[in-house]
């Protein structure tokens, strides 16, 4: 099933699929696609140097995959992430 994605969307998708913490079920939860079609977006807009290294890098990690994870790796937050306190709205 082929899925039209925004420019945006799609820059998403690579970018959690790059984050080693994201599992691909968050991306599936998110977006819609399984693994597969998340590795064929990957394969299809990167440059077949760096989908080789993502995938190869990728390939078995357990952070990847939500049934191989450890208790303790449940939750991350991304250093991208704004802090809610240093939100002017929240201190309103």
Do not use: C, Y
Not at 35 to 45: H, L
């Amino acid at each position: 099933m082929k899925k039209d994605f925004t420019e945006r969307e799609l820059d998403r998708i690579i970018e959690m699929a790059w984050e080693d913490r994201t599992p691909f079920e968050a991306i599936e939860f998110q977006f819609g696609i399984s693994e597969q079609e998340t590795i064929e977006i990957m394969r299809r807009e990167m440059k077949p140097s760096s989908f080789r290294m993502w995938r190869k890098r990728v390939q078995g990690r357990s952070t990847k995959h939500a049934a191989l994870r450890t208790s303790e790796s449940s939750r991350f937050k991304s250093t991208r992430q704004r802090h809610i306190t240093g939100n002017k709205i929240s201190k309103r």
